[in-house]
Antibody, heavy 114, light 110 residues
């Protein structure tokens, strides 16, 4: 059974940092490009970042470029998102997903507030 | 900045057929955009229905189908059921390497 389990969400002050993790199981993790997708309360889905299967190629939405860094550890089947300089508008449920392999996690909530 | 367009809302009668579309503010959608479709109900994570234009995700019934219609990607639901009432999102892969979601379509079954 395929599982993507996000963790690391929580409450952080504006300007702070947070690191999200996504533990993958049930499929060959290194074969799948992995994305982070977020959804602010009451809003639609917003793609945040993607990393290729080898971890070499990364891409970001303009809204997070320069502040967020995506990485992966294929030996641990884990995806990461380092979020720095957080803003109120970054508050959302963050999903780990592979769009090309069609897998989604259940999400982790990030709240940015003083 | 490329915008991915979806109908904000749509309604279908129970048992009916509905086609939702996913377009571009500039240009035509083709299979090279790897269109994917998701369904989401309130409080739940999105569920993949279709990926790579027309591949059904595991466990998705064959009354859901994906295609390219004209210059847009399309999701067709046949034999609509009450529990198909959800938000539907598409996503497209851009040549720059990024993905862009559409704004979503709220489907009502009545």
């Amino acid at each position: 059974e395929v599982q993507l389990v996000e963790s690391g969400g929580g409450l952080v002050q504006p300007g702070g940092s947070l690191r999200l993790s996504c533990a993958a199981s049930g499929f060959t993790f290194s074969n799948c490009g992995m994305s982070w997708v977020r959804q602010a309360p009451g809003k639609g889905l917003e793609w945040v970042s993607v990393i290729g299967g080898s971890g070499i190629n990364t891409y970001y939405a303009d809204s997070v470029k320069g502040r967020f860094t995506v990485s992966r550890d294929n030996s641990r089947n884990t995806l990461y998102l380092q979020m720095n300089s957080l803003r109120a508008e970054d508050a959302a449920v963050y999903y780990c997903a592979s769009i090309t392999c069609a897998y989604w996690g259940q999400g982790t909530l990030v709240t940015v507030s003083s | 900045q490329t915008v991915v367009t979806q109908e904000p809302s749509f309604s279908v009668s129970p048992g009916g057929t509905v086609t939702l579309t996913c377009g571009l503010s500039s240009g035509s959608v083709s299979p090279s955009y790897y269109p994917s479709w998701y369904r989401q109900t309130p409080g739940q994570a999105p569920r993949t229905l279709i990926y790579n234009t027309n591949t059904r995700s595991s466990g998705v019934p064959d009354r859901f189908s994906g295609s390219i219609l004209g210059n847009k990607a399309a999701l067709t639901i046949t034999g609509a059921q009450a529990d198909d009432e959800s938000d539907y999102y598409c996503v497209l892969h851009m040549s720059s390497g990024i993905w862009v979601f559409g704004g979503g379509t709220k489907l009502t079954v009545l």
